[in-house]
């Protein structure tokens, strides 16, 4: 077993299970982050797992399903953290610091994930892409319509650009050379919420 093979098979910090076609989309991930989902093949994710290229087939029935997968367990990812700051949360100004803490940590915990849901969604085929746009939209809105809560004084669409903004400057730090003092989950909060909190006309 390669040691990128072997890394990820004892990997158990990020809820990675141990199986063979969670390998196989965990080494995706890094190489489509690295790479670029066109310029990875699927012999290169074969070769990271030990296996055939072809083999592959066995678990995915194309490297798009597997882009899809990661995509998939992103949103499902950032789904789980809004769930849980909302849970937690004692009023809007608490629910939007949850939400944006929560992204924060789930982008440094897991910014090759993250990286390929925000750079390469737009290589899945439209019937494949309009679910998770529209997954993407639902929880925009959970931060607008908190944001709007906070600040009444905006309309929709002024709120929906301070969201975009934040979310942007967020996963931004997913492709930046950052180094983490155990400070940068709380800067990068303090920054988004800055950018919510920004004047707009």
């Known amino acids: 077993m390669s040691e ?6 004892t990997d158990t910090s990020t809820r990675r299970p141990s199986n063979r076609r969670a390998l196989i989309l965990e080494a995706a991930i890094q190489l489509f982050h690295e ?5 990875t093949g699927v012999d290169d994710i074969g070769k990271a797992v030990d296996v055939s290229g072809p083999a592959i087939y066995r678990h995915f029935s194309s490297k798009e399903e597997i882009l899809l997968e990661a995509i998939q367990l992103a949103a499902d990812e950032v789904h789980e953290a809004n769930l ?7 009023g809007p100004t608490s629910v939007l610091d949850g ?3 929560a992204y924060a940590k789930v982008a440094l915990e897991r910014s090759a994930l993250i990286s390929v849901w925000t750079s390469e969604a ?9 679910p998770m746009g529209r997954r993407l939209r639902a929880w925009t809105s959970e931060w607008s ?17 301070l ?21 940068l989950e709380d800067r990068i909060t303090s920054m988004a919420m800055a950018t919510l909190a920004a004047p707009i006309n």
């Open 163 to 183: 969201v975009a903004g934040a979310i942007g400057m967020i996963s931004a730090t997913t492709t930046a050379d950052l180094n983490d003092d155990g400070l």
């Open 122 to 130: 737009r290589h899945l085929s439209s019937t494949r892409r309009a």
């Open 35 to 39: 790479r670029g989902y066109p310029a």
């Open 84 to 90: 849980t700051a909302r849970a937690t949360g004692s």
């Open 145 to 161: 319509d908190e944001l709007r809560k906070v600040r009444p004084e905006l309309t929709a669409d002024q709120a929906r650009i």
């Open 4 to 9: 990128a093979a072997r890394d990820l098979d």
């Open 99 to 101: 939400y944006v803490r």
